[in-house]
C-alpha cells in the first residue's frame, strides 16, 4: 500500500513539472473592494485604489470605468506592475448634477510576455457616488427663500396694521370736509 501511495505522488508531481502552466492565470488583485464617494455637483473629488499584481510575471493592467467616462476618469488607466508589485491609482469623480451613480470599475491584467500564454484575468469593483449640491448654491436658494417669506411677512403686516390705521384716519367720518350724517 505504501508504494502505490508513493506511487501515486509521483505521478502527480511529475504532471505539475511537465505541465506547469496548465490552470494558471495573471493574477490581479484592489483594495479596497468596493468605492464609495461623496461629492459635490460640479466639483471633482477624489478617491485611491491600490492595485496588486499577483502573479510572478510582469503584467499589463488597464482599469476603466463601465459606465460614466465622461464624469470619471482614472489615473493612471494603463500600467505595467512588475511581480508581487503594487501602484497607487487616483480615482476621480466630477457628477453633473446631484444625484446618484452607481458603476462597476473594470480592472484587467494580461501577460506583458506574449511568449508565454497566459490568460488573461481580471476583476470589477463597485464604484457608487452620492452627488449633493454645491454648499453655495443651497446658500443662494436658502436666501431667496428667507428673501421672499420676508417679503410676505411684510405685505400681510402692512395689510393688517398700517392700512388698517390709514383706513381709520382716513375715514369719511374724520375727515374735515365730512359732514356729519343726519338722519
Given at each position: 500500500m505504501k508504494i502505490f501511495t508513493k506511487l501515486f505522488f509521483v505521478l502527480v508531481f511529475s504532471d505539475f513539472l511537465i505541465h506547469p502552466n496548465i490552470a494558471q492565470a495573471i493574477g490581479v488583485g484592489v483594495t479596497p473592494s468596493h468605492i464609495e464617494i461623496t461629492a459635490t455637483q460640479d466639483q471633482p473629488t477624489e478617491s485611491m485604489i491600490t492595485v496588486f499584481n499577483t502573479s510572478d510575471q510582469t503584467a499589463l493592467i488597464t482599469i476603466q470605468a463601465d459606465e460614466f467616462q465622461d464624469r470619471i476618469s482614472i489615473a493612471p488607466s494603463t500600467?505595467?506592475?512588475?511581480?508581487?508589485?503594487?501602484?497607487?491609482?487616483?480615482?476621480?469623480?466630477?457628477?453633473?448634477?446631484?444625484?446618484?451613480?452607481?458603476?462597476?470599475?473594470?480592472?484587467?491584467?494580461?501577460?506583458?510576455?506574449?511568449?508565454?500564454?497566459?490568460?488573461?484575468?481580471?476583476?470589477?469593483?463597485?464604484?457608487?457616488?452620492?452627488?449633493?449640491?454645491?454648499?453655495?448654491?443651497?446658500?443662494?436658494?436658502?436666501?431667496?427663500?428667507?428673501?421672499?417669506?420676508?417679503?410676505?411677512?411684510?405685505?400681510?403686516?402692512?395689510?393688517?396694521?398700517?392700512?388698517?390705521?390709514?383706513?381709520?384716519?382716513?375715514?369719511?367720518?374724520?375727515?374735515?370736509?365730512?359732514?356729519?350724517?343726519?338722519?
Open positions: 500600467l505595467e506592475l512588475l511581480p508581487q508589485k503594487n501602484q497607487k491609482v487616483i480615482i476621480t469623480v466630477t457628477p453633473k448634477r446631484a444625484s446618484a451613480l452607481s458603476t462597476h470599475l473594470s480592472i484587467k491584467a494580461q501577460a506583458k510576455n506574449p511568449e508565454n500564454f497566459e490568460p488573461n484575468s481580471g476583476i470589477k469593483i463597485p464604484l457608487i457616488v452620492h452627488a449633493d449640491q454645491d454648499a453655495k448654491q443651497r446658500a443662494i436658494i436658502s436666501l431667496v427663500t428667507l428673501f421672499v417669506i420676508g417679503v410676505l411677512l411684510g405685505i400681510l403686516c402692512y395689510h393688517f396694521f398700517v392700512s388698517k390705521k390709514l383706513r381709520q384716519k382716513f375715514a369719511p367720518e374724520h375727515h374735515p370736509l365730512s359732514r356729519p350724517k343726519r338722519l
